[in-house]
Nanobody
Framework: QVRLVESGGGLVQPGGSLKLSCAAS????????IAWFRQAPDEAPWKERE????????????YYPDAVKGRFTVSREGAGNVIYLQMSNLRPEDYGIYYC????????????????????????????WGQGTQVTVSS
């Protein structure tokens, strides 16, 4: 059974840091790109999700949109099945539900995956999604 389970969300003050984890199981991670998306929880569910960090299944390639570049770091430790998202210098606008998603490498490039602007709830063929973990940035 394919599973993506996010953890590590919580409340943090502006300027603070938080590390999210995505535990993957039931599929070969090497055949997928992994992305972190976020969506504001008080937005209508069909609002767009925003890609914030992406990593190739091998862990060797990463992509960051300009909004988070220099503040977020996505990583995979060796051959492990956990993808991490280290977030630093958090801003109030980083608030949202953070989702981990896996997309087959045969269906998308890493950059294209990270720049998707799909409506919330969209599941493209072959993609897997976690349930999300909420991040709140507030003083």
């Amino acid at each position: 059974q394919v599973r993506l389970v996010e953890s590590g969300g919580g409340l943090v003050q502006p300027g603070g840091s938080l590390k999210l984890s995505c535990a993957a199981s039931g599929f070969n991670l090497d055949d997928y790109h992994i992305a972190w998306f976020r969506q504001a929880p008080d937005e209508a569910p069909w609002k767009e999700r925003e890609g914030v960090s992406c990593i190739s299944g091998s862990g060797r390639l990463t992509y960051y949109p300009d909004a988070v570049k220099g503040r977020f770091t996505v990583s995979r430790e060796g051959a492990g099945n956990v993808i991490y998202l280290q977030m630093s210098n958090l801003r109030p606008e980083d608030y949202g539900i953070y989702y981990c998603a896996a997309a087959p490498t045969r269906t998308t490039t890493l950059r294209a995956l990270c720049l998707r602007r799909d409506a919330g709830g969209t599941k493209r063929r072959g993609d897997y999604w976690g349930q999300g973990t909420q991040v709140t940035v507030s003083s």
